[in-house]
């Protein structure tokens, strides 16, 4: 967790309820910092939601593909629109990442389990852009109802 984050007091994640209509609404996540090892959590987070319905753009310069999609190398390489941007790294890496989300259109901004950064969400919240942190996409996604891909 983001030492600088311990200072920020006026943060909410959305409600399940727009959390529910983010996910119901979304058809293509960039999982940034997916894994091509199984036993990690990225991947196996992103397996899921490729079961799920959902298409998955792995963006990880050090493979070229994962789980049978190319892999980018940043966000600003991916040739088609992304409606989450999902973020599997340090909460002190995460504020590039999110400025190039917020510089291709991103719909909504995910950090996972454990990753919080006062940094990024005044970022996204400025861009007026949903941001949910430290939240699991998956455990989400159950908990809200997964209908094979209908949240």
Known sequence: MSENFKELTDWNNPTD??????????????VVGLSAKEDRASHQVAKYLIENGFEIIPVNPMESSI?????????????????????????????????E???????????????????????ATKAEIPIIMDRCILKEHIKLGNKNGNV
């Open 101 to 123: 989300a917020i510089g291709i259109g991103v719909g909504t901004i995910w950090l996972q389990e454990g990753i919080l950064s006062e940094e990024s969400f005044r970022m």
């Open 67 to 99: 789980l049978g999609q190319k892999s980018w190398p940043d966000l600003a390489s991916i040739d088609r629109p992304i409606d989450i941007v999902d973020i599997f790294r340090k909460s002190e890496a995460t504020p590039p990442i999110v400025t």
């Open 17 to 30: 309820s727009a959390i529910r209509e983010i996910l119901g609404r979304s058809k293509t996540i960039a």
